[in-house]
Nanobody
Framework: QVQLVESGGGLVQAGDSLRLSCAASGRTFSIYRMAWFRQAPGKDREYVSHIRWSGGSTGYADSVKGRFTISKDNAKNTVYLQMNSLKPEDTAVYYC????????????WGQGTQVTVSS
């Protein structure tokens, strides 16, 4: 099993930046990808970004491309999401999750961290 703990959320103004962290523990050698998702009130959970655990290739949702950057520190088993130029529509609970092999659903969700962007 892989356990995930998110941190770094907060209340910021539009245009500000935040960095989220997702620390993984347990069977981290089994991770294929880690990803960030978010869920705003009354909306479905949506994909934000992902990174390959080995190699580091990345992907982003169109809504965050050019503003958010995902990165990882394998030595710390931690994935980061640098969020710049934040907008009120980025307000959501942000979750990280792991994909253990290609094609299977993301799993082992963290508890989430709240990001609130005021206008």
């Amino acid at each position: 099993q892989v356990q995930l703990v998110e941190s770094g959320g907060g209340l910021v103004q539009a245009g500000d930046s935040l960095r989220l962290s997702c620390a993984a523990s347990g069977r981290t050698f089994s991770i294929y990808r880690m990803a960030w998702f978010r869920q705003a009130p009354g909306k479905d959970r949506e994909y934000v970004s992902h990174i390959r655990w080995s190699g580091g290739s990345t992907g982003y949702a169109d809504s965050v491309k050019g503003r958010f950057t995902i990165s990882k520190d394998n030595a710390k088993n931690t994935v980061y999401l640098q969020m710049n130029s934040l907008k009120p529509e980025d307000t959501a609970v942000y979750y990280c999750a792991v994909q253990l092999q290609i094609g299977v659903p993301y799993t082992n969700w963290g508890q989430g961290t709240q990001v609130t962007v005021s206008s």
